[in-house]
């Protein structure tokens, strides 16, 4: 190969090459592509030193390396800069003459990338800090294999140990036993109408899917868990193949808004349901009474002379009569399906089911029994030394049951017969 033959290859290097004299930095060769990079003309190149090309900062950086040629460093040198707004990196080597070596390129897409990847890993960070602050666990479901991958929020959220839930402890780790560890911990009257929600959602019946249920935490109590998430990838026959979600712990908030229900269904002076309550369960036992092939009973009572006793004794007596006499009442009703509500003043209602009009009444006059037990002493009623009530009792077959406000005006004419029959009494 001769001198030209070299000199062509050498110009149609991608890289900048050049040998420069390591005390003035002055060039003694240099290839085409090293003077594209430089942005100068040959006749430039010849006359400048590379280290006027520098600020004084960079050249001083420079010089510095070209003295560790000088003194015989084993090893390539390197040194990156900036012009305008592109990236270079320089390499330097010692050749046998005592000159240096420089092969230059440029760097800018790389230096580009590195930059996105750092402001990507500095996001990432943000977002799992965001994450972590927030309590929020991110999940990522592959239904057709049953695996669930998800952070570690996922699993402390609900106060279990990472180490016990998670193949490893990196960002995002495979739930161990998947679908399975997942179900186990869902709340049992929670868990089929959330997997039908699901199920809802793979086969693209929803946009979204959008649940609310309860999870078991590491210390055995529920937690109110908000699970939102979306298919992500089907495969070529539609079938859902993976899909991301996250998890929301609202216990504390779903805890308030059950308080906030219980307050405005119940009364406030004798914790029983209110007439705003009443009438919601009582047209659902309607229907149970008719799936039940049962009587839907409706017992209204009312205390006798109470405007009597208030004035004779005080409010706070009488809110007092009102305290004993609901406790009689929640103690009188056994299974869940029987309901307490006050009213109103002094008007008491309880909603239940019965095979036959007999036991409801045998019932009634229990409570009547047990009310007459508390020997409240009443100096100004007429019917007894104590507190006494009237009750109006309708019983009635499902078939029979129009609306409740039929119901509930057949019930209060039956009560208004009692108090009419001399009070102390059941009217039925």
């Given at each position: 190969?001769?001198?030209?033959?070299?000199?062509?290859?050498?110009?149609?290097?991608?890289?900048?090459?050049?040998?420069?004299?390591?005390?003035?930095?002055?060039?003694?060769?240099?290839?085409?592509?090293?003077?594209?990079?430089?942005?100068?003309?040959?006749?430039?190149?010849?006359?400048?030193?590379?280290?006027?090309?520098?600020?004084?900062?960079?050249?001083?950086?420079?010089?510095?390396?070209?003295?560790?040629?000088?003194?015989?460093?084993?090893?390539?040198?390197?040194?990156?800069?900036?012009?305008?707004?592109?990236?270079?990196?320089?390499?330097?080597?010692?050749?046998?003459?005592?000159?240096?070596?420089?092969?230059?390129?440029?760097?800018?897409?790389?230096?580009?990338?590195?930059?996105?990847?750092?402001?990507?890993?500095?996001?990432?960070?943000?977002?799992?800090?965001?994450?972590?602050?927030?309590?929020?666990?991110?999940?990522?479901?592959?239904?057709?294999?049953?695996?669930?991958?998800?952070?570690?929020?996922?699993?402390?959220?609900?106060?279990?140990?990472?180490?016990?839930?998670?193949?490893?402890?990196?960002?995002?780790?495979?739930?161990?036993?998947?679908?399975?560890?997942?179900?186990?911990?869902?709340?049992?009257?929670?868990?089929?109408?959330?997997?039908?929600?699901?199920?809802?959602?793979?086969?693209?019946?929803?946009?979204?899917?959008?649940?609310?249920?309860?999870?078991?935490?590491?210390?055995?109590?529920?937690?109110?868990?908000?699970?939102?998430?979306?298919?992500?990838?089907?495969?070529?026959?539609?079938?859902?193949?993976?899909?991301?979600?996250?998890?929301?712990?609202?216990?504390?908030?779903?805890?308030?808004?059950?308080?906030?229900?219980?307050?405005?269904?119940?009364?406030?002076?004798?914790?029983?349901?209110?007439?705003?309550?009443?009438?919601?369960?009582?047209?659902?036992?309607?229907?149970?009474?008719?799936?039940?092939?049962?009587?839907?009973?409706?017992?209204?009572?009312?205390?006798?002379?109470?405007?009597?006793?208030?004035?004779?004794?005080?409010?706070?007596?009488?809110?007092?009569?009102?305290?004993?006499?609901?406790?009689?009442?929640?103690?009188?009703?056994?299974?869940?399906?029987?309901?307490?509500?006050?009213?109103?003043?002094?008007?008491?209602?309880?909603?239940?089911?019965?095979?036959?009009?007999?036991?409801?009444?045998?019932?009634?006059k229990k409570i009547m029994h047990n009310i007459a037990q508390l020997q409240i002493p009443h100096k100004h009623s007429t019917v007894s030394d104590y507190i006494t009530v009237s009750m109006g009792l309708l019983c009635t077959e499902y078939s029979k049951t129009v609306n409740i406000d039929e119901l509930y005006k057949k019930t209060d004419a039956l009560l208004?017969?009692?108090?009419?029959?001399?009070?102390?009494?059941?009217?039925?």
């Amino acid at each position: 190969m001769n001198e030209m033959q070299l000199k062509d290859i050498l110009d149609h290097q991608p890289l900048g090459i050049a040998e420069l004299s390591v005390v003035q930095g002055k060039y003694i060769y240099f290839n085409e592509r090293e003077c594209e990079l430089r942005n100068l003309t040959y006749e430039t190149m010849w006359e400048i030193s590379l280290f006027d090309l520098f600020t004084d900062k960079e050249s001083l950086e420079l010089k510095a390396l070209f003295n560790k040629c000088l003194t015989g460093s084993k090893n390539a040198l390197f040194f990156k800069y900036k012009k305008a707004d592109k990236h270079f990196k320089m390499k330097l080597v010692k050749n046998e003459k005592g000159n240096v070596i420089t092969f230059l390129t440029e760097i800018t897409k790389s230096e580009q990338f590195k930059a996105e990847r750092k402001v990507d890993k500095e996001n990432i960070k943000r977002l799992t800090n965001a994450v972590k602050a927030a309590n929020i666990g991110c999940w990522d479901f592959y239904p057709q294999e049953g695996r669930i991958i998800a952070n570690k929020t996922w699993v402390t959220q609900k106060k279990y140990l990472d180490n016990k839930f998670r193949a490893s402890n990196e960002l995002f780790s495979e739930i161990i036993d998947g679908l399975d560890k997942w179900a186990s911990i869902v709340h049992p009257d929670d868990l089929e109408p959330t997997i039908k929600l699901i199920a809802k959602h793979l086969n693209g019946e929803s946009e979204v899917y959008n649940a609310k249920f309860r999870m078991k935490d590491g210390h055995g109590q529920w937690r109110w868990i908000h699970d939102i998430g979306k298919v992500c990838q089907r495969d070529e026959n539609g079938n859902a193949v993976r899909m991301k979600g996250v998890h929301i712990d609202i216990t504390e908030s779903k805890n308030l808004e059950l308080k906030i229900k219980r307050i405005s269904e119940t009364d406030s002076l004798t914790g029983l349901l209110n007439r705003r309550k009443f009438e919601s369960l009582f047209n659902n036992t309607i229907k149970e009474s008719g799936r039940d092939n049962k009587l839907i009973c409706f017992l209204m009572l009312d205390i006798d002379f109470f405007k009597t006793y208030n004035d004779t004794y005080g409010h706070l007596a009488g809110d007092d009569v009102l305290k004993k006499l609901s406790n009689v009442l929640q103690k009188s009703l056994f299974r869940d399906d029987d309901y307490c509500f006050r009213l109103g003043g002094e008007e008491f209602g309880l909603v239940f089911k019965v095979d036959r009009k007999e036991s409801a009444i045998i019932l009634s006059k229990k409570i009547m029994h047990n009310i007459a037990q508390l020997q409240i002493p009443h100096k100004h009623s007429t019917v007894s030394d104590y507190i006494t009530v009237s009750m109006g009792l309708l019983c009635t077959e499902y078939s029979k049951t129009v609306n409740i406000d039929e119901l509930y005006k057949k019930t209060d004419a039956l009560l208004y017969k009692a108090k009419n029959s001399g009070k102390n009494t059941l009217s039925s």
